[in-house]
């Protein structure tokens, strides 16, 4: 049989036909064609079989515990409302439904490469200026956003999300996963601060290893930075396959292959939070965010990591005992487990929430 595979044809029952598009070999290295559904015309039925079998799309984000930060947000029409870390806009698309008439959400995100992306998908789908305000913005900087866009005294609700967006984990080119080799770079903001190559190359191994007990609690921090340190002076590590192959050549032979898993991902998240001072940047964010939100405010925070769980929960536990907020979560709120087999990657999520005095 010849011909060209975008051939149109017309079936019996008068709809259109359309070929499965095909890719060179049967294995597929370019990010683009690895993933059917990021083909300028997805299949949509392929799209749902994705999601009903607990995947997210490459090139897409299922936002995480939708209900449970609604609950606790509870946006009402006409509020000012602030998404400090925009991702993929699923949140905010929620929020933004909510607060019609009248309302205003105030959108961040540091990401210069999904930001317009994103702000292009949002606004084709009817979020105007008049309704949605976005900028290039770390979320430390909202307090300054807030003002130069003239709400001084600050918003009725605001979420955090301070999880990687898949957008970002599933690029290779980012240099955040493991799972498929790309330059070794992690950084949010590509165009500013060093590349996870870069600060590898510099890193000390007794900060190495603090950095990896403080951002992942590597129980192997010790031997990981040695000899990490050890490969990057003798071959610098310019790719994650690399990065890989030096951290599992480190661990003990009688560590199992989920050990061994487990380890690449603590040792990756350890390092990416470094690069992008990730903690300094929610230190920052959490000390100015009582005065970026109205008297009884609400604030929902979800996070990803101990170290940033631990930050979140004494930050709201000492504004509570103070009189800054009048109300706080009384522990964790965690995605239940339906959710958690739709999208396997909200079962780590934890998420808290504040309401201002």
Known sequence: MTGDDSTSHEPADGQPFRRRQRYRGTHPRNFNEKYKELAASPDPEMIAKLIESGKTPAGQHRPILVNEVLEHLAPKPGERGADVTLGHGGHSETLLKKLQPGG????????????????????????????????????AGLLGMLSQIGWDEGVNFLLADLGLSSMQIDNPDR?????????????????????????????????LARVLTNGSDEPLAQPIAAALAAQSK???????????????????????????????????????????????ALDGFLRRLPDCLLPGGRVAILSFHSGEDRRVK???????????????ASGIIRPTGQEIRANSRSASAKMRWAIRS
């Open 104 to 139: 205003r959400l105030l959108a961040l995100d540091v990401d210069a490469l999904q930001l317009p992306l994103t702000e292009k998908r949002l606004r084709a789908n009817g979020y105007g200026a008049e309704t949605l305000t976005i900028r290039r913005c770390n979320f």
């Open 314 to 328: 004494h930050h709201f536990r000492d504004g509570f005992r103070s009189g800054i907020y009048r109300e706080i």
């Open 175 to 207: 240099g955040f996963s493991y799972k498929y080799d790309g330059p070794l770079d992690m950084r949010m903001n590509p165009d500013r601060g060093q590349s996870a190559r870069d600060w590898l190359k510099r890193c000390r191994p007794d900060k």
């Open 234 to 280: 003798r071959d610098p590590i310019h790719t994650t396959g690399q990065l890989r192959q030096a951290i599992e050549n480190a661990l003990p032979d009688e560590i199992s292959e989920d050990g061994i898993r487990s380890t690449v991902a603590r040792v990756f998240q350890a390092i990416r939070i470094a690069v992008n001072e990730e903690f300094n």
